[in-house]
């Protein structure tokens, strides 16, 4: 709180939009200038398990003894098909290290943890940084809330701020009311039709007007979920009547706070739109931005038709569903599949006899969790629609390589379930059943674990399971090198090539010397035997070299494999953050026609690297007779992560000073 | 019901026990002393997914119209995981199948098939022909219901009898009542307490006596099912009371005839148990048979509990484990299952509260399924304990390979959860919640697919993804013939070696050319590809060749790859029959040392052949300059099936004709 005593003054003369104040009240150095590198405080994080073993062998290999957050908070959802041990060990090993570290541990079965974190722990006025990419759903309540890789998220658990570039914010203005069967998705949706999957990057999203009166607080973390596809680093609502009413449901009244824009402030861009004028939308496949109105392909049939996942997690989205089916029947060709977001939501559910109604009418009910919408089950007949309310329709993502996966509302979901076709549910011959989020949801905790008191805490013994293995120690980076280009990339290569993810490789997420058998498996055949063999070596990439998943076992895995340097075009800027963060130097070619000279077995050396990185942001190298020009955009603070072996020893270095 | 009245005179002379009336009233050639060959007449089949698409695949190379069988049902409960889009490729397939030929079509979702089929289909003196091995769960309605091979169902459904041998009728005595805290599980348990593994082959367990009045026909469904467990043919209970009152309960009362011993009749053996003397029971790691009272082992700790499959698939099974729970909370470190039995059973758990007491105690909750019964999800972690109301805790099973499994009761699983330690359930601070079956149980049928009629069923194509391939077709059985030797097996090798199931495997058991990949993995490496160059050979086998799974895809895929004789010390029944079905020849050694005479590579000459087998169970051939002596047990249909290239091409010929 020091910090926003600090920025008290300035607020009071210059008009500030909820984002800014949730910037200035975390900002711990840079200047809010739009581009500008930022420290903030975090408050809370957030992980989950695809992301949150490799934190917590993160912060074992650091030392930490407890995290320094207000509150840390360890979900089990994505992963919860446990074909052998693998995945059981995992979720033994989670909740051992959330018990030794003081962290919350949420518990398989007790929630997706957008949601679940919302009901929980959502605090107007707070930062959370989670290493899940639709973490930003959190900005619903008046919150910043941030995706990021997950060695970030272990730093903020330690106490470290989180370094980042000032976004610009765009201000949304809703007005207008919401028509019969359109609902909070359809808005998100119309933004993907109108700024496409990159609309956002660099922004974040700030939500305002008069239109937000009819958006309950799970309504707007359907829109600022999805914020997410359009690249935005997160999405912002004010905290305002809506917000307090959640939290007063929720039993958590205490927790509200308003947090309004002031009146007269500035957005750095501006956007209107009048919801009285929207329609059913849906994105068709393969992208979130593919959207058109559902009358469009009105008639097409579908095989399956999903409710469920963080983007349309609220109580409502499965009680209109439930409404609607009511006494009916789906179609015998459709397969309508509920995943309940919780616990706590899936007993109110049943408790109001909305659970009954869709059993009734021929649902398949599966456990809460992220599921299907992760590709974890639930995977679509081949080259058959399915109709989803997930917030991805990435091709192969729901498990079936030939997939058509279309995202829509839970209205246009069911209504299609029960024609057996595409139907935009204005088409139904029945009254829409507008249903409110409940003024008395169930709130049930007990498979949410508090931490430990600091003394119990400590004798407790990290359960690891025989595929998890701690983390491999790097070396840091040398000054003179010689290596050898083992790996030679085209363009817009993903992380997905470089490290993949599914059902074969993603148990082996704890395990990186298994893991990274399959590192390069997109790109070519037997890197690893390869780089076994060659040890320390340099990969070269095209443009935007590392885009996509934010993973981290794509810098990982070649690392602990010998990757020291990537020499590319250019890099994705989550990628080339995490290379740095496990010590590998990522360059970029000044003169791009470089790249053609470069070979795989071409040697390339260096000379005085540290100095050279230190005294200028050009450097040189040699490969044979000729000399490469080569840039990097480090920090000061970057060079010393590199010299260290990555930031893990940088870390323990520092704690030891 | 000619069969039928047949036999009803000398039925008025000799008193009869259920089994032999049931058996007399189906007996269409040999008669009924224990060991004959039998043929059965079978009125009704179960077909499951697992087993399911390769029985679809037969029937259509068979190029049947549409089944003869009174009801043919088709259910998918197994292998609910969807992946990608082999599984439910696989759905799409059977639904079209089952319209294709008219079958009842169980969408997954609907329920395990056993309890489904009992709710639905389940009549008393009927028979039942199941490719599950739990088939005989349906005895407990006064059925004759016996589990097969995929292809004997197949012919089943074509009109063909069953064939077997008559076994033993065991009488099981029940007297006295169960004392609180004890169930129908329990009683099972016991018998395989006293009797082991292999206690019924041979039999068909009847039971009868006074004990019978207290127990449901759900109750009577969970010691049918695990009857299995013993190597029992089947079980059988008699129709009485209780059925009426459970087929009134599902609105069939029309559908209850009785069906009682009569006053005198004889069992070839017998058996007492009281039921006033049981305690909790439980099965050990790793077999069925292991088991000691809860009380010996409690105190142990557990890390998974587990509700539901067919061993236990009655409301009760699920509503005394939710009046136990109510307002309680399962153990931190326990993580408890709740695999529901059908829709039907979930809704009315639903409407009657139980759910959500599950819920709110902190259980996750599956979809209506098999589930990890058959290691499909819901692994355990590694060495940790799990306490399941399952039918089997073979090593492994649970997809776990250092698994280590308990079958109990819902009583002792549910005192287990919440204590976090093995409990006997006697030893908790509450009143035993005595539950009965509901007098009104919701009965949906909304996903269960009555048959089309003729003309609409004609017009169905099936869909087959692009993983399921149509049957290979094989050639008859030459007479003169010279084979290499290509395997060598041991003793006692399994079909589990042969062709093993699991994760990786069962997604290709709708595609055999691409599951033969796997064949006799367990035995050698590189069996597909030795024969892929030799064709055609021969393997050699030691005692007790090919048991465990009754699985054909052990004697299809090998033949697929050229297996056309299998030379042994001795065959397991099932895989001697499942070889001669698919155009396999088996013969034994009359001097088991020549088995020590071949090699890999040895060559094998037979002349003659068809003439030789039909003229003498004991034949000749050369192996280099040795004569080898050996022997057959084939029936003359046997024989004409071999010659014509296995049951399907066998069926097709004696259609035509």
Known sequence: MSVWKHWEPIMRHTPRNVTQKLIASHLVSGDMTPGEAVGLKIDQTLTQDATGTMVMLELEAMGLERVKTEISAQYVDHNLIQEDNKNPDDHRFLQTAAQRLGVWFSRPGNGVSHPTHQQRFGKPGKTLLGSDSHTPAAGSLGMLAIGAGGIDVAMAMAGEPFYTRMPEVWGVRLDGRLPDWISAKDVILEMLRRHGVSGGVGRIIEYYGPGLEQLSAMDRHVIANMGAELGATTSVFPSDAAVKAFLCAEGRGDDWQELLPDDGCRYD????????????LIAKPSSPANVVPV??????????????????????????????????TVDDDVSLEINPTSRSILETLTRDGHLFSLLDAGARLHQAGCNGC?????????????????????????????????????????????????????????????????SDPIVNTRTLIPPLDEEKARKIHLIKGPNIESLPDFEPLETRLTLPVLVKAG???????????GGEVLPYRSNIPKIAEFAFRGVMEGYAAQARKTGDHIVIGGNNYGQGSSREHAAIAPRYLGLRIVLARSFARIHEQNLINFGVLPLTFVDASDYDTLEIGSEVAFENLRQALEASNEIGARAGDKTLRLEHRLTPRQIEILFSGGLIAWMREHRAA
């Open 269 to 280: 861009c501006r956007e209107e739109i009048d919801l009285s004028h929207l329609e059913p």
């Open 491 to 501: 363009d817009d290569v993903s992380t997905d090539e470089i490290m993949p993810a």
């Open 374 to 438: 992760i590709g974890m089950g639930q995977a679509p007949a081949n080259e058959v629609n399915s109709l989803r309310t997930v917030p991805r329709n990435f091709p192969g993502r729901s498990g079936t390589r030939e997939d058509r996966v279309f995202l829509c509302s839970p209205e246009t979901a069911t209504a299609s379930a029960l024609n057996g076709v595409i139907t935009d549910p204005r088409t139904l011959d029945m009254p829409y059943p507008r249903i409110e989020e409940p």
């Open 295 to 328: 009358r469009e392909i009105a008639g097409e049939p579908l095989s399956q038709a999903y409710i469920g996942s963080s983007a349309n997690p609220g109580y409502r989205d499965f009680a209109v569903a439930a409404a609607m089916l009511e006494g009916r």
